[in-house]
C-alpha cells in the first residue's frame, strides 16, 4: 500500500462540463504521475510533477492541466471535457529511494456521456 | 523511442499448473528497469516484480519469476502453482535508468490471464 488515494472514484459528466480529479498522498513523496488507461493503449503518461509547482507534460498532455500546490496533493482537471476523454486515470508516486519503481493509486473512472 | 510488446492478448491455465507470459522490448539503452503489473477486476496496479537490467540473475517473487534475456531483449514471467486469484490482467513496463523518476514508464497493451478451476 503506498498510500495514495483517488477521488472521486467514478464520475459521470456531460461534454463540455469541467472535471477535477484528485490524487492524495499521506508519505511526502516528491514524484507524482497521472496517466489514463484505454483498451489497445496499456497506460499513457498525461502529466508528472516532481515537486511543489513544477509539472511537466507527458505523451498524452492535450486537453489536460495539472496542478500540485501541495506535496500531498495533485490534481488533473479536464478544462471541458469531450467524449474521448472517456477513461480510467491512474494516479501514481515514486519512493524517493528508489525512483524507478512506480506504485498505482485505486484509479477513477470517468466516464462523459 | 522504446516500445514494450505483449503478444499474448488471452491466456487461460488450470488452476495449480504453471503459465508463462510473454512480453519483448525494444530500446538502445543498457540500462534500464523491467517490470510486471498485474490488474484484477478490482482495477488496482499492482506491482508484481521488478528487473533491473544490469543484474543478469532472475528476479523471483514467490510463485512469480522472469527470464530475462538482455540480449534477445525479453523479459517473461513465469506463474507456478497457480491460483484463481491471479486471473488478471498482466502487464508489462519499462523504463530507463537515465533521468531518474522523470523517465516514462511505457506499457505493454496487456495479457488477460483466466486461472480456471
Known amino acids: 500500500d503506498a498510500g495514495i488515494t483517488q477521488s472521486p472514484r467514478h464520475k459521470v459528466t456531460e461534454t463540455g462540463t469541467p472535471v477535477t480529479l484528485r490524487c492524495h498522498q499521506t508519505?511526502?513523496?516528491?514524484?507524482m504521475y497521472w496517466y489514463r488507461q484505454d483498451p489497445g493503449h496499456g497506460l499513457r503518461l498525461i502529466h508528472y510533477?516532481?515537486?511543489?509547482?513544477?509539472?511537466d507534460k507527458g505523451e498524452v498532455s492535450d486537453g489536460y492541466s495539472v496542478s500540485r500546490s501541495k506535496t500531498e496533493d495533485f490534481l488533473l482537471t479536464l478544462e471541458s471535457a469531450t467524449s474521448s476523454q472517456t477513461s480510467v486515470y491512474f494516479c501514481?508516486?515514486?519512493?524517493?529511494?528508489?525512483?524507478?519503481?512506480?506504485?498505482f493509486g485505486p484509479g477513477t473512472r470517468l466516464t462523459v456521456l | 523511442a522504446q516500445t514494450v510488446t505483449q503478444s499474448q492478448p488471452e491466456m487461460s491455465v488450470q488452476e495449480a499448473e504453471t503459465v508463462t507470459l510473454s512480453c519483448t522490448y525494444d530500446?538502445?539503452?543498457?540500462?534500464?528497469?523491467l517490470f510486471w503489473y498485474k490488474q484484477p477486476p478490482s482495477r488496482q496496479m499492482i506491482l508484481v516484480i521488478r528487473?533491473?537490467?544490469?543484474?543478469?540473475q532472475n528476479a523471483t517473487e514467490n510463485r512469480f519469476s522472469v527470464n530475462f534475456q538482455k540480449a534477445a531483449k525479453s523479459f517473461s514471467l513465469k506463474i507456478s502453482d497457480s491460483q484463481l486469484g491471479d486471473t488478471a490482467m498482466y502487464f508489462c513496463?519499462?523504463?530507463?535508468?537515465?533521468?531518474?523518476?522523470?523517465?516514462?514508464?511505457?506499457f505493454g497493451t496487456g495479457t488477460l490471464l483466466a486461472v480456471q478451476p
Open positions: 528487473q533491473e537490467a544490469y543484474k543478469q
Open positions: 530500446t538502445s539503452e543498457n540500462n534500464y528497469y
Open positions: 508519505e511526502n513523496h516528491r514524484y
Open positions: 501514481a508516486i515514486t519512493q524517493d529511494y528508489r525512483p524507478d519503481t512506480q506504485y
Open positions: 513496463a519499462f523504463i530507463s535508468n537515465y533521468g531518474g523518476a522523470t523517465n516514462k514508464l511505457i
Open positions: 510533477s516532481y515537486g511543489v509547482k513544477d509539472t
